[in-house]
């Protein structure tokens, strides 16, 4: 996410963190860069260069030339800046009773998928989601959504095979909900490749018919440019109350994030992050400016990791760790753990200082599955003593796993100096100073990285 633009700010003011003093051309040149970024970023023109001028008039104010650090102060007036234009602040759904929450969108954003997502989100919160199938074009849609209620344990009302009446299966959807005991209501809408008359005028009538709390645009940020036309349409004509940003964890440019909150004034409510239905985040235009700036993102690390893991578990693996009895159980829970979390590319794009590092020396996610293959096809006993594993278990091991004999020995050596270094409390440090870079070594004993 937002990693072209991230490298291309990093040399500006990198640049203008090695001035002692600042001159008006020095600005005026960095800001000359700045807009460049922003524009290959795929940010609208008529938001750079509002968002530009704003900058450099503070960027030239005496509060900045005059300062001790001029390079760091201009950074910190982008960064606030950057977190204006975002939003400000979170903005959180509107759930006052009735919680009807209505999704629109073109095909392909991932309106059925981000209907689920949003189900799971509101689950954490404590509430009884429901799921209502409104897209009457696409039949597999409507089977799209009934497998994600099973999947994700939330009741999904479906409509009747053949029905092409919208305002009908609304209807029939509000006495099911009657009796179900629900908190919030999210119907999935039909979408279409283009905006049409006909679309607009099907959702106008379904808006009017629910009196929805929210309407939420589901956009996918892959699409630039079009995705501020598209939500302009749909503002004009449905009354946006907040947008969904689909596909950030791509190699989305991310000028959609920065334009579509200025373009439309409606807040961004949500970003989707990966393909799990636990793929959801809630829009924080602080810390989503903070990873542009590559300033990672502490916060969103610390909720992920209280999310996934288990307080005794974390406790119990300390303690192992301390006494070097780190085996192939405890080495699968962590990769379960990490896989919870987003992964090790997501997770090390929002430690300060990673995510440039991490984008030279991508996660081979093959890889990664290999390896969990390889220790499933280990017998318990094994996993608690890996020297017992030679050559006829490695390659029972290699055969049930779908991989080489090569690979196990790989795996099975870099195991063995992990276990080395926790026994040395010098050599965990320097793996640990590896870990996060320092050393020069790459990611230490990882499998699937490097």
Not at 134 to 154: E, N, T
Not at 361 to 387: F, G, N, W
Request: hydrophobic content about 40%; glycine content about 10%; charged content about 30%.
């Amino acid at each position: 996410m937002f990693n072209q633009l991230s490298d291309n700010l990093e040399g500006v003011f990198k640049k203008l963190r090695g001035h002692g003093k600042l001159s008006e051309k020095n600005i005026s040149d960095a800001m000359r860069e700045i807009r460049l970024a922003l524009l290959e970023a795929d940010v609208e023109f008529s938001v750079v260069k509002d968002f530009i001028a704003s900058v450099k008039e503070q960027a030239l104010g005496e509060a900045v030339l005059k300062s001790i650090k001029p390079g760091q102060q201009i950074v910190k007036v982008f960064h606030d800046e950057l977190a204006k234009l975002l939003g400000d602040d979170r903005s959180s759904l509107d759930l006052n009773p009735p919680a009807r929450i209505l999704m629109v969108g073109l095909n392909g954003a991932g309106k059925t998928t981000t209907s689920g997502k949003l189900a799971v989100h509101l689950k954490k919160e404590g509430r009884r989601p429901l799921l209502v199938a409104c897209d009457l074009y696409r039949p597999a849609a409507i089977d799209q959504l009934a497998q994600i209620g099973k999947q994700i344990d939330v009741p999904v009302f479906t409509p009747d095979p053949g029905e092409t009446d919208v305002i009908k299966v609304a209807k029939a959807a509000l006495k099911w909900v009657e009796t179900q005991n629900g908190t919030a209501v999210i119907f999935d809408t039909a979408g279409r490749q283009e905006i049409d008359k006909d679309l607009v005028a099907e959702l106008k009538k379904l808006r009017d018919f629910l009196d929805p709390r929210e309407v939420l645009l589901v956009a996918d940020a892959a699409t630039g440019q079009q995705a501020v036309s598209v939500a302009t349409h749909f503002d004009d004509a449905v009354g946006i109350t907040g947008i969904v940003l689909t596909k950030l964890d791509g190699d989305a440019r991310g000028g959609a994030a920065l334009s579509m909150r200025s373009v439309t004034q409606k807040p961004i409510k949500f970003a989707g992050t990966g393909e799990k239905m636990s793929a959801l985040e809630v829009f924080d235009p602080d810390r989503i400016a903070n990873r542009i700036l590559g300033m990672g993102d502490v916060v969103g690390l610390v909720e992920r990791a209280a999310e996934a893991f288990d307080e005794k578990e974390a406790t119990h693996m300390a303690d192992r760790l301390k006494r070097a009895q780190f085996d192939f159980n405890d080495f699968l829970t962590q990769m379960r753990m990490m896989k919870k979390m987003g992964g090790m590319q997501s997770l090390m794009g929002m430690i300060p200082g990673m995510g440039k590092q991490m984008a030279n020396m991508p996660v081979d996610d093959k890889k990664m599955a290999h390896t969990e293959a390889i220790v499933l096809s280990m017998t318990p006993k094994e996993r608690r003593r890996p020297e017992i594993i030679k050559g006829s278990r490695r390659k029972r091991i290699a055969l049930g796993s779908g991989t080489s004999v090569m690979q196990v020995n790989q795996l099975l050596k870099q195991f063995g100096m992990m276990r080395k270094m926790m026994k040395s409390k010098g050599k965990m440090r320097k793996m640990m100073k590896q870990f996060g870079g320092g050393g020069g070594g790459g990611m230490g004993g990882f499998p699937g990285l490097g």
